[in-house]
């Protein structure tokens, strides 16, 4: 170890932290030692965003790392919160310390100190203070696999002795999570302590991989539903909190996952521990929504606030577009809340306006909101007649950003009627508010007088080049005219940045885009793989002839963002090369989901990717 007035020995300005030269660290470390509260506080927060910054650490931390475990003996106070920090500093994964690269890695040094100076860390393992107790737990399993024989035997009599003695039950949990980091199993599954029983499980469950025992599982199940009653519990490697590792462990088997929510929420959802595995479940697998609306309706009677409930109604409207008939034990539910005056409302009547249920229209025009007249214009498109005159009402007073968006959105489905809002949609135009999507829809209502005609030029003009595309693409949708859009395309393709979104916004014009090949052949070899997929979309969009596209959409093709648009492009041309088709059909079948949710985004990204593949494969 090495007290503060060793700190000038370290050439601190050679070394380098999250923001550059370590200079500051002398400081940070010295203020740990002082009578300030605040000023402590403050320089643990900024060594964490220093010599640790989001799972990072550095060529300054490990020469840290014996000024920090001298402060753990000296700065009583706060010996848990140095233990940590020397915890997370040295986490890694041990298959890394087979790699060639291992020995020139930060952690790498971080480990080494941390191994070498444990010895004289391991009287905190009998500190009066539970925190600290399971704080010098968590560093010792920091570095389970690299203590030598001699500090390794130690530590594990130290950690045993904890595991069988300690009077706190959570403490001898750790300490038998530690044991197995050291080496050795320990059956427990009939302990007649429920977080130590709980710690076996999860053990086990970790040790073997999914599927899970049903012992296991009975355990996790019935000693999971009760959140640590301590304020203590530190995160262990690769996890931000010991719920999230145990919320993991059973997301991964989706079976024992869907169990052992079930059983929590019938305890009480304590903490709202199993609604929320149930959100991560539909999020994880396909298929599994109906289970999960289960879950989630059986949830709503144990919250115990406005906003629990809310969180609840909002899993149901995210997913309940995936049953074919919701229940109408679940669709009274929602109508239920829906007419509550809490913040759980609004979730509650958009589900409902997805669900399809024909009480939504009423209670959306009573309280309209402009997500819930997208979604009743959506699930109600036959009421055009009684929702288009409230968009319009709520586009004239005034609506903007994504609310407008929400307004604009609505009117697609309504097809011609939509032509109805013309007067709104050319003032959101004129006004610059959601002017985007209020361009592209008015080029879809297809209504052609010279003030529309004006508008749109004029807004080809604008600062946005967002604004500038869609503008020139409804003249051109309006007009026929291909030169003032092929000006405007051409200004942006030759633009400095992005231009992925401009190449993706061609279609419409088709082979009236020729003149624009020669800027968009050289996109097709880009460095960026969006640029690439979008050239080789605009392409054939272009030219009508797939040969230059199909190479390149197949190279992006994955379960990826841009791999999923590749499709889309692959499947607007119709020709699937022969070789995907085993990629296809990993897409179809997998039970789990291959991408995540996109905010702002009316579908699933994973439902178009399997949706896509099957149709593909069906086709070819």
Same mark, same amino acid.
């Given at each position: 170890?090495?007290?503060?007035?060793?700190?000038?020995?370290?050439?601190?300005?050679?070394?380098?932290?999250?923001?550059?030269?370590?200079?500051?660290?002398?400081?940070?470390?010295?203020?740990?030692?002082?009578?300030?509260?605040?000023?402590?506080?403050?320089?643990?927060?900024?060594?964490?965003?220093?010599?640790? /910054?989001?799972?990072?650490?550095?060529?300054?931390?490990?020469?840290?790392?014996?000024?920090?475990?001298?402060?753990?003996?000296?700065?009583?106070?706060?010996?848990?919160?140095?233990?940590?920090?020397?915890?997370?500093?040295?986490?890694?994964?041990?298959?890394?310390?087979?790699?060639?690269?291992?020995?020139?890695?930060?952690?790498?040094?971080?480990?080494?100190?941390?191994?070498?100076?444990?010895?004289?860390?391991?009287?905190?393992?009998?500190?009066?203070?539970?925190?600290?107790?399971?704080?010098?737990? %968590?560093?010792?399993?920091?570095?389970?696999?690299?203590?030598?024989?001699?500090?390794?035997?130690?530590?594990?009599?130290?950690? $045993?002795?904890?595991?069988?003695?300690?009077?706190?039950?959570?403490?001898?949990?750790?300490?038998?999570?530690?044991?197995?980091?050291?080496?050795?199993?320990?059956?427990?599954?009939?302990?007649?302590?429920?977080?130590?029983?709980?710690?076996?499980?999860?053990?086990?469950?970790?040790?073997?991989?999914?599927?899970?025992?049903?012992?296991?599982?009975?355990?996790?199940?019935?000693?999971?539903?009760?959140?640590?009653?301590?304020? $203590?519990?530190?995160?262990?490697?690769?996890?931000?909190?010991?719920?999230?590792?145990?919320?993991?462990?059973?997301?991964?088997?989706?079976?024992?996952?869907?169990?052992?929510?079930?059983?929590?929420?019938?305890?009480?959802?304590?903490?709202?521990?199993?609604?929320?595995?149930?959100?991560?479940?539909?999020?994880?697998?396909?298929?599994?929504?109906?289970?999960?609306?289960?879950?989630?309706?059986?949830?709503?009677?144990?919250?115990?606030?406005?906003?629990?409930?809310?969180?609840?109604?909002?899993?149901?409207?995210?997913?309940?577009?995936?049953?074919?008939?919701?229940?109408?034990?679940?669709?009274? !539910?929602?109508?239920?809340?829906?007419?509550?005056?809490?913040?759980?409302?609004?979730?509650?009547?958009?589900?409902?306006?997805?669900?399809?249920?024909?009480?939504?229209?009423?209670?959306?025009?009573? !309280?309209?909101?402009?997500?819930?007249? %997208?979604?009743?214009?959506?699930?109600?498109?036959?009421?055009?007649?009684?929702?288009?005159?409230?968009?319009? %009402?709520?586009?004239?007073?005034?609506?903007?950003?994504?609310?407008?968006?929400?307004?604009?959105?609505?009117?697609?489905?309504?097809?011609?009627?939509?032509?109805?809002?013309?007067?709104?949609?050319?003032?959101?135009?004129?006004?610059?508010?959601?002017?985007?999507?209020?361009?592209?829809?008015?080029?879809?209502?297809?209504?052609?007088?010279?003030?529309?005609?004006?508008?749109?030029?004029?807004?080809? /003009?604008?600062?946005?080049?967002?604004?500038?595309?869609?503008?020139?693409?409804?003249?051109?949708?309006?007009?026929?005219?291909?030169?003032?859009?092929?000006?405007?395309?051409?200004?942006?393709?030759?633009?400095?940045?992005?231009?992925?979104?401009?190449?993706?916004?061609?279609?419409?014009?088709?082979?009236?885009?020729?003149?624009?090949?020669?800027?968009?052949?050289?996109?097709?070899?880009?460095?960026?793989?969006?640029?690439?997929?979008?050239?080789?979309?605009?392409?054939?969009?272009?030219?009508?002839?797939?040969?230059?596209?199909?190479?390149?959409?197949?190279?992006?093709?994955?379960?990826?963002?841009?791999?999923?648009?590749?499709?889309?492009?692959?499947?607007?041309?119709?020709?699937?090369?022969?070789?995907?088709?085993?990629?296809?059909?990993?897409?179809?079948?997998?039970?789990?989901?291959?991408?995540?949710?996109?905010?702002?985004?009316?579908?699933?990204?994973?439902?178009?990717?399997?949706?896509?593949?099957?149709?593909?494969?069906?086709?070819?």
């Amino acid at each position: 170890m090495r007290s503060p007035a060793e700190l000038d020995q370290v050439q601190w300005h050679d070394l380098t932290h999250a923001h550059g030269p370590a200079e500051d660290v002398p400081e940070l470390i010295r203020a740990l030692h002082g009578d300030d509260a605040e000023a402590v506080d403050e320089a643990i927060q900024e060594l964490y965003g220093t010599i640790h /910054h989001q799972g990072t650490v550095y060529p300054a931390s490990a020469p840290a790392v014996p000024f920090l475990a001298h402060a753990v003996l000296h700065v009583p106070g706060r010996r848990d919160e140095l233990l940590m920090l020397l915890a997370v500093l040295a986490d890694h994964d041990p298959q890394d310390t087979g790699s060639p690269h291992w020995a020139g890695r930060p952690v790498a040094a971080i480990c080494a100190e941390l191994a070498r100076l444990l010895p004289q860390l391991l009287p905190c393992l009998a500190d009066p203070a539970r925190a600290v107790r399971r704080a010098a737990l %968590r560093v010792v399993a920091a570095v389970a696999d690299l203590l030598p024989a001699e500090v390794r035997a130690a530590a594990e009599r130290r950690v $045993d002795e904890l595991y069988a003695t300690d009077p706190v039950p959570a403490v001898r949990a750790d300490a038998l999570g530690v044991l197995a980091r050291l080496g050795r199993e320990t059956e427990a599954l009939d302990s007649p302590l429920p977080e130590v029983r709980l710690a076996a499980a999860l053990l086990a469950a970790e040790r073997s991989g999914p599927p899970y025992e049903k012992r296991w599982v009975d355990v996790l199940a019935e000693d999971g539903a009760e959140p640590d009653p301590g304020d $203590d519990g530190f995160p262990w490697a690769g996890v931000t909190s010991p719920e999230d590792r145990l919320t993991h462990l059973l997301t991964r088997d989706v079976d024992a996952g869907l169990t052992a929510a079930g059983r929590w929420i019938a305890a009480g959802d304590l903490g709202s521990r199993g609604s929320r595995l149930g959100r991560q479940i539909a999020e994880t697998w396909r298929d599994r929504e109906p289970e999960v609306l289960d879950l989630m309706l059986a949830a709503l009677p144990h919250q115990r606030d406005a906003r629990g409930r809310a969180e609840c109604l909002t899993t149901i409207g995210h997913w309940i577009e995936r049953l074919p008939e919701p229940g109408a034990d679940l669709r009274d !539910t929602l109508h239920r809340h829906a007419r509550s005056d809490d913040e759980s409302a609004a979730p509650a009547l958009l589900a409902l306006a997805r669900s399809r249920d024909p009480r939504a229209l009423e209670l959306v025009l009573r !309280t309209p909101r402009p997500d819930t007249l %997208r979604a009743a214009a959506s699930s109600c498109p036959g009421a055009a007649d009684r929702l288009i005159p409230e968009i319009r %009402r709520t586009l004239a007073s005034g609506a903007t950003g994504n609310e407008a968006v929400d307004l604009i959105g609505a009117l697609t489905g309504f097809g011609a009627a939509a032509r109805q809002a013309q007067p709104e949609l050319l003032d959101c135009l004129r006004t610059r508010r959601a002017a985007v999507v209020a361009a592209r829809q008015i080029g879809l209502n297809g209504v052609v007088t010279p003030e529309i005609t004006a508008l749109l030029h004029e807004a080809t /003009h604008s600062t946005d080049p967002s604004l500038r595309a869609a503008a020139a693409l409804a003249h051109h949708r309006l007009t026929g005219e291909a030169a003032p859009a092929l000006r405007v395309f051409e200004a942006l393709l030759t633009a400095r940045g992005p231009v992925h979104w401009h190449l993706s916004g061609l279609q419409p014009l088709g082979g009236a885009a020729e003149p624009l090949l020669p800027l968009i052949e050289p996109l097709l070899t880009a460095r960026y793989e969006w640029t690439r997929m979008a050239a080789a979309e605009a392409h054939h969009t272009v030219t009508g002839s797939p040969e230059r596209a199909l190479p390149v959409l197949a190279g992006l093709i994955g379960p990826t963002p841009v791999g999923l648009s590749a499709l889309k492009a692959l499947a607007a041309i119709g020709r699937v090369p022969e070789e995907l088709r085993p990629v296809l059909r990993s897409f179809a079948v997998s039970p789990l989901r291959l991408l995540p949710a996109m905010p702002f985004s009316d579908v699933h990204p994973d439902e178009e990717l399997r949706t896509l593949a099957r149709s593909l494969l069906a086709s070819h």
